[in-house]
T-cell receptor, first 114, second 109 residues
Framework: ETGVTQSPTHLIKTRGQQVTLRCSSQ?????VSWYQQALGQGPQFIFQ???????GRGNFPPRFSGLQFPNYSSELNVNALELDDSALYLC?????????????FGPGTRLTVL | AQRVTQPEKLLSVFKGAPVELKCNYS??????LFWYVQYSRQRLQLLLR??SRESIKGFTADLNKGETSFHLKKPFAQEEDSAMYYC???????????FGTGTRLQVFP
């Protein structure tokens, strides 16, 4: 069984730039959730994708967008980067089957915006 | 609004001492609560969920609806328990999780 993977591991961008983060879900999982974890804080929900459709969104502006592909992998795109976007971005995959809906997290992508 | 509060940023104990990591929640209805753990240089992983009523690595957590708490307990701490612990609850119709700010547990030899 392959776990959740994320790329890249680290990324440095400047204000105003755009970034794409990638996530491969665990084998057998059809749901991907993205979280932002600022320093010293718990993860905050950005949005979730289920069967290639957005299935819920947290309190993040529209410049945070995403995609899910037929193989259930996912991308998080952030436009017009701001300094406050500097954080660890976590991807979690799960199955929608009741009783097996535990979210499994990837190692994260650390984004630094200068 | 749904919310999770972990009042302690840091909890330091000696090996063999009892541990209690506090978690209080605000939720309308019957919540399912989780404890996630992040060991040094490892990813966030599920430690336990209240619905399964399991004891994982000696840790237990009991849901107290009257006090809206889900404290994590272990009678005898081990050095390998040193980690960051997050309490979480589900946030609505999706599977999203609402996390607390976390408590760092340090277990000294």
């Amino acid at each position: 069984e392959t776990g959740v993977t994320q790329s890249p591991t680290h990324l440095i961008k400047t204000r105003g730039q755009q970034v794409t983060l990638r996530c491969s879900s665990q084998s057998g999982h059809n749901t991907v959730s993205w979280y932002q974890q600022a320093l010293g804080q718990g993860p905050q929900f950005i949005f979730q994708y289920y069967r290639e459709e957005e299935n819920g969104r947290g309190n993040f502006p529209p410049r945070f967008s995403g995609l899910q592909f037929p193989n259930y992998s996912s991308e998080l795109n952030v436009n017009a980067l701001e300094l406050d976007d500097s954080a660890l971005y976590l991807c979690a995959s799960s199955s929608r089957t009741p009783g097996t809906d535990t979210q499994y997290f990837g190692p994260g992508t650390r984004l630094t915006v200068l | 609004a749904q919310r999770v509060t972990q009042p302690e940023k840091l909890l330091s104990v000696f090996k063999g001492a009892p541990v209690e990591l506090k978690c209080n929640y605000s939720y309308s209805g019957s919540p399912e609560l989780f404890w996630y753990v992040q060991y040094s240089r490892q990813r966030l992983q599920l430690l336990l969920r209240h619905i399964s009523r399991e004891s994982i690595k000696g840790f237990t957590a009991d849901l107290n609806k009257g006090e809206t708490s889900f404290h994590l307990k272990k009678p005898f701490a081990q050095e390998e328990d040193s980690a960051m612990y997050y309490c979480a609850l589900p946030g609505g119709h999706t599977d999203k999780l609402i996390f607390g700010t976390g408590t760092r547990l340090q277990v000294f030899p």
